[in-house]
């Protein structure tokens, strides 16, 4: 049972929170922040596999999110709205509420196969020009979509919103908010138990002496390439709950400047650090929409907050350690690859 407490703590606040919305409690606003903040989890949760765990520098992360929005959302339009450019629906829309998880299941794999554009590249590749090979990677999905006016090109693709409509005509309950939490319950506990595994300790012997590593029989292009596709997967997820939050999404949605983003919040939570990511995703969704009045200035407020941060604390808020390193009695609670 002690191996479920996350799940059953989150299952806990989704119950409550689906609550609170039922009875008003909740308004729109708040709702989208705390879908925002599951989003971000799991875009930072994903990426510090790579750049945390493994030790390698990927900075192209919206571009495997923007594989799995896309695809999910023509899936999902396709499959169960009438009226979308892509012609009459396949299938009833009230089939979306069961069949959700498998339109975003299907974004997930689209992603980790776009991964491979980096895993094997990093085969031969690291630091710098691994980083550029997936800013470049980062541009090239961009592009592609910019230029496929089958998924509406650079005027973006709507109409996830309507499948949204359609699953609360079943059931009226936030089902977005309840996919958004149960993906990022998901993704948290497969990346612990990831790193909790043989092929966890792996790449973290990757990134500790990736000669070493192989001189002790490690298969390090298998391991490089499972985790690239799980990390890659996990964005796709992650781009495909955010399609059908915001319901319309562009390829601007995922410019070097998304990639950024992630970035900030692994290093701002700690390389390594699964706790670490959680909790710079909570602070730093909170943070931007606190300086969201002031507009363009806060990417001023922001960078310079980091600037502080990397001056004073540059090992990030937790570091390489969890939570259960700072209150002992959480560790029957949460294992890590270190144990």
């Not at 049972?1 to 799940?7: F, G, H, N, V």
């Not at 776009?114 to 031969?124: M, N, Q, Y």
């Not at 319901?247 to 070097?256: A, E, H, L, R, V």
Request: charged share 15%; with cysteine; glycine share 10%.
């Amino acid at each position: 049972m002690k191996q479920y407490t996350l799940a059953v703590a989150t299952l806990v606040f989704l119950v409550l929170t689906t609550g609170a919305t039922a009875f008003g409690l909740l308004d729109a606003y708040y709702q989208l922040v705390l879908m925002f903040i599951g989003v971000n989890i799991i875009l930072s949760a994903s990426l510090n596999l790579i750049n945390g765990y493994m030790g390698e520098f990927s900075c192209g992360h919206a571009g495997f999110m923007a594989v799995g929005a896309y695809v999910s959302s023509v899936l999902s339009v396709w499959l169960f709205t009438r009226d979308g450019k892509l012609g009459a629906a396949l299938l009833s829309p009230e089939l979306a509420v069961y069949l959700f998880p498998a339109i975003l299941l299907a974004g997930t794999v689209a992603a980790a196969l776009a991964g491979l554009l980096v895993a094997i590249p990093s085969f031969r590749t690291r630091g710098d020009y691994l980083a550029i090979i997936t800013l470049a990677v980062n541009y090239i999905v961009k592009s592609i979509i910019e230029n496929t006016e089958a998924v509406g090109g650079a005027r973006g693709f709507m109409g996830m919103k309507k499948v949204v409509d359609a699953m609360t005509e079943v059931a009226d309950l936030p089902w977005m908010m309840i996919w958004v939490m149960i993906g990022t319950v998901f993704t948290l506990l497969v990346i612990r138990r990831f790193v909790s595994s043989t092929y966890g300790k792996g790449i973290v012997a990757i990134r500790d002496d990736e000669i070493a590593a192989e001189l002790m029989s490690v298969n390090t292009r298998r391991l490089k390439m499972v985790a690239f596709m799980l990390s890659s997967g996990l964005a796709g997820l992650a781009g495909g709950l955010f399609a059908h939050i915001l319901g319309y999404i562009n390829p601007g949605s995922f410019t070097i400047m998304k990639s950024t983003e992630c970035l900030v919040m692994v290093y701002l939570g700690g390389m390594g650090s699964l706790s670490g990511s959680v909790l710079s995703a909570v602070g730093f969704t909170l943070l931007l929409e606190l300086l969201r009045p002031l507009e363009l200035i806060k990417w001023v407020v922001v960078p310079f907050m980091l600037i502080l941060l990397m001056l004073f604390r540059p090992e990030g808020l937790m570091g390489s350690r969890e939570l259960s390193d700072l209150f002992p009695r959480l560790r029957a609670y949460h294992r890590t690859g270190r144990e």
